[in-house]
């Protein structure tokens, strides 16, 4: 059964963020992997645009809190914004990321489902 939760932002440990390429990345996750909720969340502290592409396999909302922040399909589309702008990238979607100073909220689907 899922309990309820409550996590302060002392609580998120960032690491850094696996193939990233040259940007500085780091991820702290307030609801985590470990979690048996239908939904994952964290926050990701992003700057720079060396970022290769990936294949989501979950659906993502992300909030840019800070900076500037976004993603960029295959064919060059880009979606992007700075505070208070709402991101959405649905599963099976190949995108790249990029960011100037940027922090995001982010919540996904669990990967596989």
Do not use: C
Not at 27 to 52: I, N, Q, T
Not at 78 to 96: M, N, Q, S, Y
């Amino acid at each position: 059964m899922i309990q309820p939760l409550a996590i302060n932002v002392d609580q998120v440990r960032y690491t850094q963020r696996p193939l990233s390429g040259q940007a500085r990345v780091k991820m702290g996750w307030s609801v985590p992997l470990e979690d048996e909720g239908p939904l994952l969340a964290g926050f990701a502290r992003w700057d720079g645009d060396d970022s290769p592409y990936k294949i989501l396999d979950y659906d993502e909302v992300l909030i840019v809190l800070e900076g500037h922040f976004g993603f960029q399909l295959e064919s060059g589309e880009r979606f992007e914004g700075g505070p208070h702008t709402t991101l959405r990238i649905p599963r099976d979607t190949a995108v790249k990321y990029f960011g100037t100073e940027a922090k995001v909220f982010f919540v996904i689907t669990p990967p596989g489902e």
